[in-house]
C-alpha cells in the first residue's frame, strides 16, 4: 500500500478494477474450501455471484454461512500488489430477494462482456443460484503488511 493513502479509497479501487473473488468456505466438518468467482458489489460491502447448488463452496454455504473473501490482481510484480480481505457472511438469494441483485449482477456481467441474468435464469429447473456475501470486516495491508481495517 502506498504511505500518506487512503486505505478505504485503496480498497474500492482493488475492488473496482478486479473482475473475480476468491470465495473462502468450510464444511461442516472444518474443511476449507476456495473458489475463484466472478463477481457485482453493491456498496463495497454486498458481494453477488451465481453458482450451481451442488458445487463445493454452494454446499459448504448451505452448512456454515460464514466465509472469507480477497480480492487481489495476481497480475502485478511481486511486493506490488494489494489486496481487499473480508470476514462475510454468505446464503443463496430467495426469489423475493432477486430484483436489485440480479439488476447489480446484470450491469457488471454486461459491462464484462457477459449477459443480463434474469429471475429465469437462477430458479429451477435453470442450474444457477444467486448468492449474496455481506462483510462484517474488510481490511487491507499497510506498507509492513499488517492488516489494516477499512469502513467502505
Known amino acids: 500500500m502506498s504511505e500518506g493513502r487512503d486505505p478505504a479509497a485503496i480498497a474500492r479501487e482493488i475492488i473496482d478494477a478486479n473482475l473475480y473473488m476468491v470465495l473462502g468456505t468450510a464444511d461442516e466438518a472444518g474443511r476449507p474450501w476456495a473458489a475463484p468467482l466472478y463477481f457485482a458489489e453493491s456498496g463495497y460491502r454486498e ?3 451465481v ?8 454446499r459448504n454455504l448451505a452448512e ?6 480477497v480480492i ?36 457488471r456481467a454486461i459491462a464484462h462482456g457477459g449477459g ?19 462483510a462484517v470486516d474488510q481490511y487491507v495491508l499497510d506498507e509492513n503488511d499488517d492488516r489494516l481495517p477499512v469502513s467502505l
Open 47 to 49: 458481494f453477488f455471484w
Open 51 to 58: 453458482s450451481r447448488p451442488e458445487r463445493r463452496h454452494s
Open 64 to 69: 456454515r454461512n460464514e466465509v472469507s473473501i
Open 72 to 107: 487481489f490482481d495476481s497480475t502485478v510484480p511481486i511486493n506490488m500488489g494489494g489486496g481487499v480481505y473480508m470476514a462475510a457472511v454468505a446464503r443463496e438469494l430467495g426469489p423475493d430477494e432477486w430484483t436489485d441483485p440480479l439488476a447489480v449482477y446484470s450491469r
Open 116 to 134: 443480463e441474468l434474469g429471475p429465469d435464469d437462477v430458479s429451477p429447473p435453470a442450474p444457477l443460484r444467486l448468492y449474496q456475501a455481506s
